[in-house]
């Protein structure tokens, strides 16, 4: 049984930072690129990065490029998505997705059940 748990979400203050995680059990973990998506209310699910395995290439979204960083320990079956200078428009339930391919949320096979970001002062 594939699991994906996230954790890391809360609520902060604009130009601040959080860090995200998605702990992976049931599959091979280092075979699998991983993505992280985000859906805001009323929005659709869109894509935010992407890392291949085991972790050498990694691509962004035009709106988090340069502010996200995601990263992936193959030990510990572990991603990470480091989110810096934070805005209100970043405020949406994050996703990890693991077996997928590009940007395209519907091509991934599993995914965790989502932590909420909050960017608010």
């Known amino acids: 049984q594939v699991q994906l748990v996230e954790s890391g979400g809360g609520l902060v203050q604009p130009g601040g930072s959080l860090r995200l995680s998605c702990a992976v059990s049931?599959?091979?973990?280092?075979?699998?690129?991983m993505g992280w998506f985000r859906q805001a209310p009323g929005k659709e699910r869109e894509f935010v990065a992407r890392?291949?395995?085991?972790?050498?290439?990694?691509y962004y979204a035009d709106s988090v490029k340069g502010r996200f960083t995601f990263s992936r320990d193959n030990a510990k079956n572990t991603v990470y998505l480091q989110m810096t200078s934070l805005k209100p428009e970043d405020t949406a339930v994050y996703y990890c997705?693991?077996?997928?391919?590009?940007?395209?949320?519907?091509?991934?096979?599993?995914w965790g059940q989502g932590t909420q970001v909050t960017v608010s002062s």
């Open positions: 049931g599959l091979t973990f280092s075979s699998y690129a």
């Open positions: 890392i291949s395995w085991p972790g050498r290439s990694t």
């Open positions: 997705a693991a077996d997928g391919l590009g940007v395209a949320w519907t091509s991934y096979k599993y």
